[in-house]
């Protein structure tokens, strides 16, 4: 495979990574009731997008490390003038805060949890691909240790989000967490 092919792979592969997290995330959020505003893979600015029939906006953005998804909150459900002029926010009822601390920790997990379960799901693909069988390779070539790299990919992304850092899914968990400790609601 030339450099360019793999540079396109790279991509696809890091894309796909990136749109398993987030449809962890969505698809428990919208189990448990909680209204998804937007999807973006990427980061930066919006280069396409469409919104699907939810309401919820699927962005490709122009950095394409990364992503977030941006759920109706107590602030964006609040009876204030911007949500009085826009009814299609929603109400409190959809909102993530509303939500049990079971829940919401369900929700902040489920991205990663959904890259932890796809790895083994993108090696095997990937090994389909370019070794042509789904047998542990024998020899060490390009092209398996590249197929263990894509599942090690998505394995890696999925257990950063946990680490406890302010702005991941981890850092949220933590957050919770120390609300169950104490026994009092923090956000």
Request: proline residues 4%; charged residues 15%; aromatic residues 12%.
């Amino acid at each position: 495979m030339s450099n360019i092919g793999l540079i396109v792979f790279f991509t696809a592969e890091v894309f796909l990574v990136f749109v398993v997290h987030e449809l962890g995330h969505l698809l428990t959020a919208r189990y448990f009731g909680v209204r998804v505003l937007n999807i973006s893979v990427g980061l930066g600015p919006e280069i396409v997008g469409l919104t699907d029939r939810f309401g919820t906006r699927w962005s490709l953005a122009a950095i394409p490390f990364g992503s977030y998804i941006k759920m109706i909150d107590k602030e964006q459900s609040s009876t204030s003038a911007s949500a009085i002029a826009r009814p299609e926010i929603g109400n409190k009822s959809e909102s993530l805060s509303s939500r049990s601390r079971v829940q919401r920790a369900a929700i902040y997990g489920a991205g990663s949890a959904a890259n932890i379960l796809f790895a083994p799901a993108m090696y095997e693909l990937v090994q389909l691909y370019f070794v042509g069988t789904l047998a542990w390779p024998s020899a060490i070539d390009p092209a398996s240790i590249m197929t263990l790299g894509c599942g090690l990919f998505s394995l890696s992304v999925g257990f950063f989000n946990l680490l406890p850092i302010p702005l991941h899914d981890g850092g949220k968990l933590m957050v919770l967490g120390v609300e169950w400790f104490r026994g009092i609601k923090t956000s």
